[in-house]
């Protein structure tokens, strides 16, 4: 059930509808949330948000027309409630409060998923890896998602054809249970028979902190990349190029951040790039049979604290 | 804006719209205060004609003026659409509508929208449940809301009787949308238990207007007739005494062309109208009626709500309605701008047979739904609904009413013709169903009470929508004596009891077959050309003789077998060598059908032929719940065998009900090359 706050947040930030004016980024949006009752803004003009902010009246100007798309979101928000798409947004008791925990105000400000969204009040064990991979990196992330299950823990994902896919499936056959994490087309990967039947079964979540519609774009894998981070204790990186590619950039800026712990496999099958996350920090595993190790200890590692944001005065615009 | 100033210039909108005296009606200002000044929610319970479009339409034109975005209209019928059109037109509001009828003005209004030229929109709930459609709505209204008008509200509400699951999504919208888009719903006809509903539905910011339900000029009547015969005979009587046009309501499609063609054929001019008459016919008819053109309308439901002609002079129930709610808002047609007007409520014998069948016939039942959920979730993927039809034995028509239910509750989507399992939980809610089930048996009863009551009428209707102590009207059957009690003449009832004997009863060609490895068109040479029945089985003339000769395991009268003969000579004088072909039964105690072919082609003098065979034992049709079923049940049970007739075919049976025995028999004639196959049977039930 969506409140006000919740709806104030969707006119701010969401995509789904479309607007004269840009809605916030994260980074915008949340400190928003600390300088004002989100409630409030409902209904006010730009002359008045620009006086109790304290902020440029054009920022003023933009927040007010984006609140001015609230019967627009009500007829798109019933419509994706309708076909059993939720939404949860950072205002939300459900929100999960790993993503505000490890990524700050980089956190999204909204959730979009299908299936069992409870599957995330606990972390789980990340697999990451390539899209073109031979069989030694399929055998790993099989093997992953083996331990994974056997410690009762959710397996998250990017649901990637490669690595991400051979690690979803095998969490599913274990009779495990499964967080995808989608950069793009939700609705078009929830149209597949066999998904729908596991989210169905209660064993897949899928989510997305893009439209349910929204296309395929780099940006927005890298976007997607740190939430796969930020719900897993650990992540194992199965396959990694040196220097480019959402893998790699991924991998090192949750390193960079300190997001969780990051395992990278430097046996068979491995590439430079796996070595080299090594060396910028990240735990070697080198044979299958240290994965369940890997994954007790990491899950032994203290959580982040509850951050302390400072309600500075709004300079982000 | 002071409270003065507002009030005034609300006045001024109002007298340009209606002219320099214009002033408001009791509690009118008082709404649009509410909607423009304080943006907020509101439900407005008013008699028809109180004036709830002047409500809207000043409201809109006042909004408009501060910047808000255009109203949306949500109204379920047509007809107040084009009304409402008209009038905004008069005040110089541009209203546009999109709905089913009006396709190729979609494009334009959509454009018009984006422009932001047009000041009202009026859609029905069904279109906005269109997720298409929806998509299309959401840029216009991204930049700026404005007024959302919910008309008929008590659709909402699943106490009132007309409840339609399309409202259901419309709340669920109104929840997500922020408190600062004012909205309207409106009802002329709400009890305290609907208010109450609607009220918790649309959360507790909702405010209450509601005025007394008193229609001054209105004359309640009832009468008690209990054969059709007897109330056509009525009206052939009461009618010619009674100036002015009117409407005559009926409980079902096939009355309202039976009482049409009964008036006409008396010199009475009259045409039916129902939810299967054409909407272009329909806009006609609805013109034709408010220019006098027409002296009656007889019509189903589906001329109601919104319908305005403010000289109606009378409102006839052929059947009694199954509620006061119903009741109340049919006879409010009448008499709005006029000093007098009648109503008389005919109550048959049949009505709560007919009541019974629609409420049975509406109500979820808890293993279809589960049927038809299991086997989609199975699926997990788009199923058509004729596969459905194949894997769950339920009704064509209450699986399509179920589809659609299941699709309001966000248990199944739908695109096209095909559905599948949303990804959403869902349980068959059966209190739910216990719930409407005993307030819709509560609201028979207080019909049959309502034809009882010895008290005065518009007193009784008034406080049964829960109308504070209302006074005696003064003017009803009971306050002042009746205007529908004259006598009725003997011959005038036998006339009517002949008309229905020799009404044909039509019975249309099957069109398409619908699997058992049958697919597509029936091909034209094989497909059965129109055909006849000599009554409904319902009737009370033929169709209960020929039910009394079935149970009893009897022939049927000469009587039966000489109109049947009748209706043939008639019907088929350009087919000479006609050949009488029956439908054949493997049980010869059952020798109805035989026998009844056998008189008949030979009071015909023409040849008889038993060149078809049943090969294969078949059930009773009537236990096969959707046409997949019944045709699977007879698909591959008969075969014709020689020597055949050459010439057509008069292809006789007791009862059509599915029409499926007789498609099939007709294709295998038109594959040994006879025919033309002309279908005929005593009895036809009810679609």
């Not at chain 2, 709610?325 to 048959?348: F, K, N, P």
């Not at chain 2, 007919?354 to 808890?366: C, G, H, R, T």
């Not at chain 2, 299991?374 to 997990?380: C, G, I, K, N, V």
């Not at chain 2, 049976?653 to 005929?680: C, H, K, N, Q």
Request: hydrophobic share 40%; net charge negative; with cysteine.
């Amino acid at each position: 059930m969506l409140d006000q706050a919740d709806l104030v947040t969707l006119a701010l930030t969401s995509r789904i509808v479309p607007s004269q004016v840009a809605p916030l980024t994260a980074r915008q949006y949340w400190p928003l949330t600390r300088a004002v009752d989100l409630p409030w803004l409902m209904g006010r003009s730009a002359a008045e948000i620009a006086v109790e902010l304290s902020i440029a009246g054009e920022d003023a100007e933009r927040v007010a027309r984006l609140l001015d798309r609230g019967a627009a979101l009500a007829l798109a928000m019933e419509q994706l409630e309708h076909t059993g798409v939720w939404t949860t947004t950072g205002m939300a008791d459900r929100y999960p409060e790993m993503l505000r925990r490890r990524l700050g105000d980089a956190a999204p400000p909204l959730l979009h998923g299908v299936g069992d969204a409870n599957l995330w009040q606990t972390d789980g064990v990340g697999v990451v890896g390539s899209r073109d991979i031979g069989p030694e990196s399929a055998d790993v992330a099989r093997e992953v998602a083996r331990a994974a299950v056997h410690q009762r823990l959710p397996i998250v994902s990017g649901a990637a054809r490669g690595v991400d896919q051979h690690a979803m499936n095998a969490a599913f056959e274990f009779g495990g249970h499964v967080i995808g994490v989608l950069a793009d087309s939700l609705e078009r990967t929830v149209a597949k028979p066999s998904t729908r039947q596991g989210i169905a079964s209660g064993q897949i979540c899928l989510v997305t902190p893009y439209t349910p519609k929204a296309p395929f774009s780099a940006g927005n894998a890298m976007g997607r990349n740190k939430i796969i981070y930020a719900l897993s204790r650990c992540v194992v990186v199965v396959r990694s190029e040196e220097g480019s590619g959402g893998t790699w950039g991924g991998a090192t800026e949750a390193i960079r951040g300190k997001f969780t712990t990051v395992v990278s496999w430097t046996g068979q099958g491995s590439a430079q790039g796996n070595r080299a996350l090594v060396d910028l920090g990240a735990r070697a595993l080198e044979s299958a049979d240290q994965i369940e190790g890997q994954i007790e200890s990491a899950f032994e590692q203290p959580v982040p604290p509850a951050r302390a944001f400072k309600a500075d005065q709004l300079s982000l615009f | 804006m002071s409270a003065g100033g507002f009030a005034h210039r609300a006045q001024q909108v109002l007298r340009q719209a209606l002219g320099g005296d214009a002033a408001f009606r009791p509690q009118q200002l008082e709404a649009i205060e509410t909607i423009v000044a304080r943006r907020g929610r509101l439900l407005v319970v008013q008699r028809t004609g109180w004036g709830k479009s002047a409500v809207y339409f000043v409201s809109t034109r006042l909004l408009r003026d501060e910047g808000a975005g255009p109203s949306i209209i949500i109204s379920p019928l047509l007809a107040l659409m084009r009304d409402q059109i008209e009038a905004a037109k008069r005040i110089g509001l541009v209203a546009e509508t999109i709905n089913s009828s009006n396709r190729d003005d979609w494009d334009r209004v959509e454009a018009g929208l984006l422009s932001g030229s047009i000041d009202l929109l009026l859609i029905s709930p069904e279109r906005l449940n269109n997720t298409e459609f929806r998509d299309r709505l959401l840029t216009p209204l991204a930049s700026a809301a404005g007024l959302l008008v919910i008309d008929e509200a008590h659709c909402i509400s699943d106490w009132g009787h007309d409840f339609r699951p399309d409202y259901r999504r419309i709340v669920r919208v109104l929840d997500l949308m922020p408190s600062t888009v004012p909205v309207l719903c409106t009802t002329a006809t709400a009890n305290d238990r609907v208010v109450t509903d609607i009220v918790g539905q649309l959360g507790t910011g909702l405010e209450v207007i509601r005025g007394s339900l008193d229609r001054e000029s209105l004359s309640l009547h009832v009468r008690r007739l209990d054969t059709q015969p007897e109330r056509l005979a009525w009206l052939a009587e009461w009618l010619p005494t009674t100036s002015g046009s009117g409407i005559i309501y009926c409980l079902t499609v096939a009355d309202t062309r039976r009482v049409a063609d009964w008036l006409n054929a008396r010199g009475i001019s009259a045409v039916a109208y129902s939810g299967d008459t054409d909407a272009e016919v329909r806009l006609d008819i609805e013109r034709r009626l408010k220019s006098n053109d027409v002296k009656v309308v007889v019509a189903t439901s589906a001329l109601g709500m919104g319908y305005d002609k403010p000289d109606l002079a009378f409102v006839v129930h052929f059947q009694s309605p199954d509620s006061p709610v119903a009741y109340y808002q049919q006879v409010g047609r009448a008499g709005r701008a006029i000093d007098r007007a009648t109503a008389v409520l005919l109550v048959g014998a049949e009505d709560s047979d007919i009541w019974e069948y629609f409420l049975a016939n509406s109500l979820p039942v808890q293993w279809h739904a589960e049927a038809v959920t299991e086997f989609l979730a199975s699926r997990a993927d788009w199923t058509p609904q004729r596969d459905i039809e194949s894997a769950v034995n339920i009704k064509t028509a209450r699986l399509t009413g179920l589809l659609k239910i299941l699709e309001i509750e966000g248990a199944v989507e739908r695109s096209g013709t095909s559905y599948r399992r949303t990804l959403r939980l869902w349980e068959f809610d059966e209190e739910r169903v216990d719930r409407v089930r005993d307030a819709r048996v509560r609201e028979q009863q207080t019909m049959k009470d309502y034809a009882d009551s010895p008290d005065c009428r518009m007193a009784y209707i008034r406080s049964t929508l829960d109308d504070p102590s209302p006074p005696q009207c003064g003017r009803c059957d009971n306050c002042n004596g009746s205007v529908a009690d004259g006598a009725l003449p003997k011959e005038r009832i036998v006339e009517a009891v002949e008309f229905i004997r020799r009404r044909p009863v039509e019975i249309d060609p099957r069109r398409r077959w619908v699997g058992g490895g049958r697919t597509g068109g029936v091909a034209l040479d094989q497909r059965l050309q129109p055909g006849r029945a000599l009554a409904y089985l319902s009737d009370p003339g033929w169709g209960r003789d020929l039910l009394q000769a079935k149970h009893a395991g009897r022939h049927v009268d000469d009587s039966m077998v000489e109109a049947a003969a009748a209706l043939v000579e008639d019907w088929l004088e350009n087919e000479p060598q006609l050949t009488v072909v029956f439908v054949p039964n493997s049980d010869p105690a059952r020798s109805l059908v035989p026998d009844f072919a056998r008189r008949l082609a030979a009071t015909l003098k023409i040849s008889i032929s038993g060149c078809v065979e049943k090969v294969a034992p078949t059930q009773p049709q009537k236990l096969m719940e959707n046409s997949v079923q019944q045709f699977m049940n007879v698909h591959g049970s008969y075969r014709v065998v020689g020597p055949t007739p050459t010439g057509p075919v008069l292809l006789v049976d007791d009862v059509s009900d599915s029409r499926w025995t007789m498609t099939v028999i007709g294709a295998l004639l038109a594959e040994a090359g006879v025919g033309p196959v002309y279908p005929f049977a005593i009895a036809k039930t009810k679609g």
